[in-house]
């Protein structure tokens, strides 16, 4: 099931590929839509293949390690690729964080993993109106985060977005399509011992999407990345998601980036709380 989320918006690409034929050049003072996945700054034009494709990645790591009072490690990676040709804009993000806790028994010392998720979300965009910036897309995303009180959690999407405001310095996009998610409940091994099992609970959702991205200088660019996964059925789990970074280039291809995400889930077990947090420092080399 993993595998057909992936390749389905990236089989979209290549099959319609062949017979769409490049956009054509535009005046630098009326910009193609841009996808709400991607940075406002462009790529040079100087260093694009002849051929009309651009392709970039770029991998991210932060590690911590405490020993004294606490011994704990910490490491958050990813990896980004994006993709363009024509009308055609692809992005794939995964996320990776790991947290291991030295836990003391009455024998000895262990270390435990105390936090544990790893996350892929993909997005494939074609522009239909490159004047007024409008675009289709369809996306697609996947979670396993080992204490959030599901196993996992999936959606896809596909609708309608623009680009509503675009300045040298700042741009704002945003999305909304009907889609669905699929959240697998979790199971404690008290339960599993009395022989009960993992729920899976489908339901049709409005998703919606909203970036805003602003150059402070030409070094520094700050993201706010807005996300709503609204359960249309009563009493099903809705998601809501907010994401704020700001990214310093410290070199050409190193750059250094602080990131906050509020992840907000409307029904969850009496056990868990229905909103999270994450704060990270990362490095992120783009090759």
């Given amino acids: ?12 690409i290549y099959c319609a590929l062949p ?7 535009t005046e630098t003072n009326s910009a193609d839509a841009s996808d709400i996945l991607f940075s406002l700054e462009k790529a040079d034009e100087s260093q694009q293949p002849s051929s009309g494709t651009l392709f970039t990645a770029s991998a991210q790591l932060g590690f911590l390690y405490l020993t004294g009072n606490t011994r704990s490690a910490d490491i958050k990676t990813g990896l980004d690729l994006r993709f363009e040709r024509g009308l055609w804009r692809s992005k794939f993000v995964f996320d990776l ?3 291991k806790t030295e836990i003391e028994t009455e024998t000895n010392q262990n270390f435990e993993t105390t936090d544990q998720k790893w996350s892929f979300g993909t997005q494939t965009n074609y522009t239909i109106d490159p004047i007024k910036k409008n675009y289709l897309y369809g996306s697609v995303f996947y979670e396993e985060n080992r ?3 599901f196993d996992s959690q999936a959606s896809m999407s596909t609708g309608w977005g623009r680009r509503w405001y675009e300045s040298k310095a700042s741009s704002f996009d945003a999305d909304i399509g009907p889609g669905f998610k699929r959240d697998v409940t979790q199971v404690t091994e008290e339960e599993r011992a009395v022989g009960m099992a993992s729920q899976t609970q489908d339901t049709l959702i ?6 805003y991205i602003r150059k402070l200088n030409e070094h520094i660019e700050f993201k706010q990345l807005l996300v709503i996964k609204h359960a249309f059925e009563k009493g099903q789990n809705s998601i ?9 280039k ?3 291809s190193l750059q ?3 990131n906050f995400t509020i992840d907000y889930n409307s029904k969850v077990d009496d056990d868990r709380e229905n909103l999270n947090t994450e704060t990270s420092v990362v490095l992120i080399y783009s090759f």
Avoid: N
């Fill in 206 to 211: 409005l998703q919606s999407q909203a970036l």
């Fill in 256 to 258: 250094l980036k602080l």
């Fill in 97 to 99: 964080l790991v947290k």
């Fill in 147 to 149: 204490f959030s009180g």
């Fill in 240 to 248: 809501y998601k907010a994401e704020s970074s700001i990214t310093s």
């Fill in 1 to 12: 099931m993993f595998s057909r989320f992936i390749l389905l918006p990236i089989l979209a």
């Fill in 19 to 25: 017979v769409l034929s490049y956009a054509q050049e």
């Fill in 250 to 252: 410290l070199i050409d």
